[in-house]
């Protein structure tokens, strides 16, 4: 930029403030008018075009999904109160419906699934709720939370105008709000539901019901307002929502990708800021980092008006039992701000907590001020909002290699790569997207307990059918796959016989095409082998194997295996799965087809059924001493192990294992796949939470249904902690404004019933940027010698130190004229 340039730029922002300081003034006279109408009505939830009005005054509110049934009761208070500290307002979750009417007419709203528990927990710690009530949800849980039962009810169609699903649906949603209601939860009542949402990113499969996709949207609407809860309703990812119904954005960059409000007179709102990527088996995780997560923020925030901002997953919690939906893990948003397990995950929950704290210190002018946007060239902008007497300025740098020099108004601002710097009063520097000044955290894994004493375990070989035990499920014809198990198992066995004639030379080929997840083939009760499918893949996925028959009748045993239902799209109820074409091949001849053989099918594992894995289940199975089987595919395995000591989490490492699913005092702690590698050649995921409640004093009943083979001898019990933390910041850095200090410092904080118990490194100076590495190899070529001692003086066996960033701390300059930083490395224990 040229200085004549700047100059014009410079002239253009003052006038442009100026002037919107006036605007403000002129308009504020009217908004004023308007909030004091309001306050006399209390416990009121309205809107208009900036922002949700509560008791008549507009609210800046940031928000946190969490959903109930992904964590246990025992964990709600504690996950809520590190929401509450992390700068949030409410607390979002779906209803799940599958999980509170699995058989129709027979609700379910204990222990997990108690949805008043948890809605009165958040209330009773000061938060309010976003109650997305569906009840399709999608979210990765199986059959997106609707009731398998449902594509049993006659002439359904889902999600789209037919009166079947239409009347199940109201039945459901008229029960969720009586129970609120009932309750006095929702905020008119006194209670913290503010806002609710019906249906959920319809927009996605609307064009695929045709007319039957717009007059469905405006039923659902109508419905959900005919319900008179007191407050608004919402609708995601749905820009033709009806008039009294709030379009809302899902995504990772809604202040670039949302249109925006389809009515002047309806909010920004964000409802999914996605923290992470969920994982699926087979894939690497993706991450989000902190800064990306701020800058999203801040975006949306400055140039869409937004004023209310959800993160999803705040806390993603753990996939327990079969909820998850096809190839879903059973860890859920592992990397949000709170982890699979509860804990803080660094720098993401502090980052975000100080950019909460930034935006709330300037809600009046973003709530009520005239807002005024500025080019600083291709890559950078500013946004400006004003009142009489407050004023904040978003300046944004999106070029993702260079700094930003900017000048506005009377200052020089240096933006980082893409980073959004605020700006309060539109002067001074309270936060930048960029910088990250919140410690880093190092989760590890603790082994407490290594099971490999080979006279602990037990196994049992689960029987290879030939013949069903129960033989209701036969015909010519190769059943569906969920429509036979009613989604109750993930296992399908189809068996059939073949009379095999000698006839030739060559090698005979067992095909099977299957639309499954997983397919295992059985001749004569000897193993063939399997195949698998992958998140990506569409279509069948093929077995073929060279086998041996022998002369007569022989049995043919397949398993099908599901690892999840299907959570999305169009016509789910449609959906095939199973076996497809079965035949047996010899070189240079036809196939012998046998898809219309007389076909019997079983549903379920005998172990499944007989309940093995409950603490009374193991009566019901012969267990013997682990032999050769070991390895072999389609073994139950069992052992007992102490509860640890403490309160850390607990978790099972099964890196050694196949695939199955695993419970632990009968209570199924998810599906397992260790040995689907991604592309890095590592587990999608290893480690595999256990609640502290669902274990007791004494021995607990570990059980794995291992599917493909695997060494049980190698499992280990952990605990979780963040053992080692790592704070850098910079003597330029922006002060915190939730610190007492007014100058830069070095915030330490351990978990909870942690103290730091070392120091690992320590240097005020011009240390290596990331010092996440303990060793001397981190000292740049200005260090104070003092470092150390004074780190350790401040910090050792504290749960939490701050360290101010400043000369004088550190006994004077060690280099003058070198910009400066502290860097700490610590250990809690």
Not at 149 to 177: A, S, Y
Not at 487 to 504: F, I, P, S, V
Not at 793 to 808: D, Q, S
Request: positive net charge; proline residues 5%; aromatic residues 10%.
């Amino acid at each position: 930029m040229t200085g004549d340039a700047t100059v014009v730029v410079v002239v253009l922002v003052v006038l442009a403030a100026l002037a919107a300081l006036a605007a403000a003034g002129r308009a504020r006279g009217t908004d004023e008018e308007a909030r004091g109408n309001r306050t006399a009505a209390r416990r009121e939830v309205t809107y208009d075009g900036r922002a949700l009005i509560l008791d008549g005054a507009r609210r800046m509110l940031f928000s946190g999904d969490m959903h109930y049934p992904r964590s246990t009761p025992e964990m709600w208070p504690g996950l809520i109160a590190k929401a509450r500290k992390g700068g949030l307002d409410v607390i979002q979750t779906y209803v799940f419906w599958n999980a509170h009417e699995p058989v129709q007419g027979q609700y379910n709203f204990d222990g997990r699934y108690d949805l008043v528990k948890f809605i009165r927990e958040i209330h009773a710690q000061g938060l309010y709720v976003s109650l997305r009530v569906g009840p399709f949800v999608e979210s990765e849980w199986k059959y997106g939370g609707l009731p398998f039962w449902l594509r049993g009810i006659p002439n359904i169609t889902f999600r789209c105008d037919n009166e079947p699903f239409k009347r199940h649906m109201q039945k459901f949603v008229t029960k969720i709000v009586n129970l609120m209601k009932d309750e006095r939860l929702f905020y008119p009542q006194g209670g913290p539901i503010i806002i609710s949402q019906i249906e959920n990113e319809y927009k996605l499969v609307e064009a695929a019901f045709h007319s039957k996709g717009p007059s469905y949207v405006h039923w659902a609407a109508a419905m959900a307002i005919n319900l008179q809860t007191g407050v608004p309703w919402m609708m995601c990812k749905q820009d033709d929502a009806p008039d009294q119904i709030i379009n809302t954005c899902n995504g990772l960059i809604c202040g670039e990708t949302f249109l925006g409000p389809n009515s002047p007179n309806k909010p920004a709102l964000w409802t999914e800021n996605w923290t992470s990527r969920y994982p699926v088996y087979g894939q690497d995780q993706r991450y989000r980092s902190a800064a990306d997560l701020a800058f999203a923020v801040a975006l949306f925030i400055a140039r869409k008006k937004g004023s209310f901002v959800n993160y999803y997953m705040y806390h993603g919690g753990t996939n327990f039992g079969r909820f998850a939906s096809s190839y879903v893990t059973t860890s859920y948003y592992d990397g949000a701000p709170l982890d699979e397990y509860g804990l803080i995950w660094q720098p993401t929950w502090a980052h975000l907590r100080e950019l909460h704290a930034a935006i709330k210190q300037s809600a009046e002018p973003l709530l009520w001020g005239t807002y005024s946007n500025h080019s600083f060239g291709q890559q950078q902008e500013g946004h400006v909002f004003a009142t009489e007497s407050e004023c904040v300025a978003f300046l944004v740098n999106f070029d993702k290699h260079k700094v930003a020099t900017i000048q506005f108004g009377e200052e020089v601002f240096q933006l980082a790569p893409k980073s959004i710097s605020i700006l309060s009063q539109c002067r001074e520097l309270v936060f930048e997207t960029g910088k990250i000044n919140a410690q880093h955290g190092l989760r590890t894994a603790q082994v407490v307990q290594s099971l490999n004493h080979i006279d602990r375990w037990k196994i049992f070989k689960e029987p290879i059918p030939t013949v069903p035990s129960k033989i209701s499920n036969s015909g010519d014809k190769l059943y569906e796959h969920l429509s036979t198990t009613k989604d109750e198992t993930d296992y399908l066995w189809y068996l059939t016989a073949y009379n095999y004639r000698r006839n030739g030379n060559g090698q005979l080929v067992l095909h099977v095409e299957a639309h499954a997840h997983i397919l295992h083939a059985f001749i004569n009760n000897d193993y063939v082998g399997l195949v698998h499918g992958s998140p990506d893949q569409r279509g069948n996925i093929v077995l073929k194997e060279p086998i041996s028959l022998r002369e007569g009748r022989n049995f043919i045993s397949l398993l099908c295996v599901m690892v999840g239902s299907p959570d999305s799209g169009a016509y789910m109820e449609r959906r095939v799965f199973g076996v497809r074409k079965v035949s047996i091949k010899r070189k240079q001849q036809r196939p012998h087809s046998m898809d219309n053989e007389m076909w019997k099918h079983q549903v379920g594992l005998s172990g499944e059924v007989n309940k093995i894995y409950t603490p009374k289940g193991p009566s019901h199975a012969e267990w013997t001493a682990i032999d050769r089987s070991m390895h072999l595919p389609l073994i139950w395995y069992k052992t007992a192990f102490d509860t640890p000591l403490g309160n850390d989490p607990v978790t099972l490492n099964l890196s050694s294992m196949g695939k199955g699913e695993v419970w632990i005092n009968g209570e199924s702690i998810g599906r397992y796949w260790v040995s689907f590698k991604t592309p890095s050649r590592q587990p999608s995921q290893s480690l595999y939470h256990i609640p502290r409640y669902f274990l007791k004093t004494g021995d607990n009943l570990l059980v794995l249904m291992e599917e493909i083979g695997g060494d049980p001898l190698q499992i280990t019990v952990n605990t979780m902690s963040i053992a080692r933390i790592y704070g850098s910041v910079s003597e330029f850095s922006t002060p915190s404004l939730l610190s007492r200090e007014n100058h830069p410092s070095v915030h330490l904080r351990c978990q909870k019933g942690k103290h730091i118990t070392d120091i690992e490194f320590a240097s005020y100076g011009n240390p290596v940027e990331d010092c996440r590495e303990s060793g001397q190899s981190c000292h740049g070529s200005c260090h104070a010698e003092m470092s150390e001692f004074i780190v350790k003086n401040a910090c050792l066996g504290r749960r939490k130190c701050v360290v101010p960033v400043r000369a004088a701390k550190f006994g004077g300059d060690p280099c003058p004229g070198i910009a400066k930083s502290l860097s700490v490395v610590a250990i809690c224990g």
